[in-house]
């Protein structure tokens, strides 16, 4: 059972080394020019895009659901304020009028579904851009701002939940913004902070630095609400927090941006496990955790860590810009879909909110980023050398790179959100989706979809029973309770192990295997070893147990709510082999089975499984016997 825990030696420390080596001695890299200019261009397209969404009231209405929702106006009345800021001197009516609106929400109780506790970090970094131009107007700010009582204006407190579980991600968010308060002078002190940081957040974080978002017994460590709550302690230090608890919070940032930046993806997008996975704000507080981090590096005098972060924040703005349209509007979830389809959107997501946060998050991001620009980029970890790397605590989660390609492999076998096997494969050469970027799931937990069956598909051993059925991996092992989506999973509920048996990497090589032991049906353990270099992946799955058939199951990119893949079953001329291939954006990848006499089949569950990134459809290869190989191409 994985705990929580911390180290005093940070885990990856080798692999960092080894990486900074290969960066420092690397030439350099061509600029892709994404200039603080180029950024704010970015952000006000996206601000101006929502502008015309305010009412009379200074409130952003979505214009979905009719109404104002979540943090969308305070999240506005920040992005707009940093542009003004920056010269968008229009804008200043706006930014006021919103600013104005959310305080009167907090202070009244009445912010939009019940969501106070993310109003404070937005409010005030409004508030102290916007004070010194309306100096009048500030005063009646700072009056209503004054009448905040934290333990009663907020909900996720100790006064209201009365459970130490409870203190998760929102609490942190709130303290984030009331340290801002209580700098301003406007609350009485920030020591009460102190008490919450120490007894309920320090605890969560692991040795990598990750926070462990969930109740405390059994988090359920979404990598988005990892990011997001390091982001908002990353402000709270970036302005000026120097309180009993800096210098922990301090290490435990510092691991985490750079476990953040060692797993980035060639295509600057964290690792999809978890709830809120692919929305657009993910990387969005990446850019800014990559930001501070990159400054700092450069004033210590480590240039080449600084110029790999420098080059993450870079493909962090690239990754969310590919997802901007022409009117400034955002796809917040990575897929092609109409917003009104919310396909892949969480319960909780909103097209306003989560885009203007993202603008928020990047406002922030521009900043606290006066220096970024003098920092010449270099590359991230997925771009250069090779490691395989596991992650601690509950993130369940191994990363391998080799020189611009990188795959995830989730080990988590019980938990039906987050499916175990290959749930990602990415190379820069090729679209970010055609891996494909995100697996199926056994249960959509929050996740909802406009189409596509459920199913749990992801790169994974099949097999088939003695009574005629298929199993896979991808099921994981049931539990015994039901499943609890807010509660989390408890991963020793059911039973099952898996190891990181062997691992290795060597230039333009990664190589490791995995044992998967449990209660699965007629299968006592599973062996998978994948074979990693650029251009091709390399996986064989060995199984011991009473099996008719071996298989493995294929997940295939299929359409992504505007263009359709084209899915070929190749059988070569004069030969006996059958291969896959698919063609997508322009490129393709291909599966070709390695294992003599092994057929592929297309089960009819398999033909429209729905995915963040819109539909899969599945292939299952089948041969005799206990092993199975076969090899994924990824040609440039």
């Not at 955002?330 to 306003?352: D, K, M, P, Q």
């Not at 499984?609 to 089948?622: D, H, I, P, T």
């Not at 005799?624 to 990824?634: A, E």
Request: glycine share 8%; charged share 20%.
């Amino acid at each position: 059972m994985n705990k929580l825990h911390t180290s005093s030696v940070y885990p990856w420390q080798t692999e960092l080394e080894r990486f900074i080596e290969q960066v420092e001695s690397a030439p350099n890299r061509e600029n892709d020019e994404w200039t603080h200019e180029r950024k704010l261009t970015v952000l006000e397209k996206l601000v101006r895009a929502y502008a015309s969404y305010q009412d009379e009231n200074g409130a952003i209405i979505d214009p979905h659901s009719e109404s104002e929702r979540y943090y969308s106006t305070p999240s506005y009345a920040l992005a707009a304020a940093v542009l003004v800021k920056k010269g968008r001197h229009d804008l200043l009516g706006s930014a006021a009028a919103a600013l104005t609106h959310s305080i009167a929400c907090v202070v009244e109780g009445k912010a939009p579904d019940q969501h106070p506790d993310f109003f404070p970090i937005m409010v005030m970094g409004a508030y102290r851009i916007l004070k010194n131009l309306l100096p009048e107007q500030a005063m009646a700010w700072k009056q209503q701002l004054s009448r905040i009582q934290p333990e009663q204006t907020y909900i996720f407190t100790m006064n209201k939940m009365k459970n130490p579980n409870r203190m998760i991600n929102w609490n942190a968010i709130m303290i984030s913004g009331e340290f801002l308060r209580a700098a301003e002078g406007i609350a009485a002190d920030s020591e009460w902070m102190e008490t919450y940081i120490r007894n309920y957040h320090l605890s969560r974080f692991t040795g990598l630095g990750l926070y462990q978002d969930g109740p405390l017994d059994r988090p359920n460590s979404p990598f988005a609400y990892d990011i997001v709550t390091r982001f908002h302690l990353g402000v709270m230090l970036e302005s000026g927090y120097n309180g009993g608890c800096a210098s922990e919070v301090r290490d435990y940032l510092r691991r985490g941006a750079l476990s953040s930046l060692l797993t980035l993806s060639p295509h600057g997008e964290i690792p999809p496990r978890g709830r809120s996975a692919q929305h657009q704000w993910n990387e969005a507080a990446a850019a800014f955790v990559f930001t501070t981090h990159a400054q700092q590096a450069y004033t210590s005098g480590e240039y080449g860590l600084a110029g790999a972060f420098r080059r993450a924040v870079d493909l962090c703005w690239q990754s969310i810009a590919r997802w901007q349209n022409d009117d400034g509007k955002l796809h917040i979830v990575r897929n092609h879909y109409s917003s009104e389809a919310r396909h892949g959107f969480e319960v909780y997501s909103n097209h306003t909110c989560y885009s203007l946060w993202t603008a928020a998050a990047l406002a922030y991001t521009l900043l606290h980023g006066k220096e970024i620009d003098r920092i010449p980029p270099t590359f991230i970890p997925a771009e250069i050398g090779s490691r395989v790397l596991a992650t601690d605590g509950w993130f369940q989660t191994v990363i391998a790179a080799v020189d611009g390609q990188q795959m995830l492999v989730q080990t988590s076998i019980n938990d039906p959100y987050n499916i175990p096997g290959i749930v990602r494969i990415q190379r820069s050469a090729l679209p970010s989706l055609i891996g494909p970027s995100s697996a199926g799931h056994a249960d959509r937990g929050f996740t909802g979809f406009a189409e596509g069956d459920i199913f749990p598909l992801s790169y994974t051993p099949a097999w088939q029973t003695e009574d005629g059925k298929w199993h896979s991996l991808s099921e994981g092992i049931p539990g015994t309770l039901e499943f609890d989506r807010d509660g989390g999973i408890d991963p020793q509920d059911g039973g099952g192990n898996v190891q990181l048996e062997r691992s290795s990497a060597s230039a333009g090589e990664t190589d490791f295997t995995l044992l998967w032991e449990g209660p699965f049906p007629g299968v006592r353990e599973i062996r998978t070893h994948y074979r990693q270099v650029p251009g091709k992946i390399e996986v064989s799955y060995e199984l011991q147990g009473n099996i008719q058939h071996v298989g493995a199951l294929i997940p295939l990119m299929a359409y992504d709510g505007r263009e359709r893949s084209v899915i070929h079953h190749v059988m070569a001329a004069g030969e006996e082999t059958e291969s896959i291939r698919v063609e997508y954006a322009g490129a393709s990848l291909e599966v070709i089975p390695t294992t003599e006499g092994t057929n592929v089949v297309w089960p009819e569950e398999l033909t429209s499984v729905a995915c963040r990134n819109g539909l899969l459809k599945g292939a299952r290869l089948e041969c005799d016997g206990s092993c199975i190989s076969f090899i994924i191409r990824l040609p440039d």
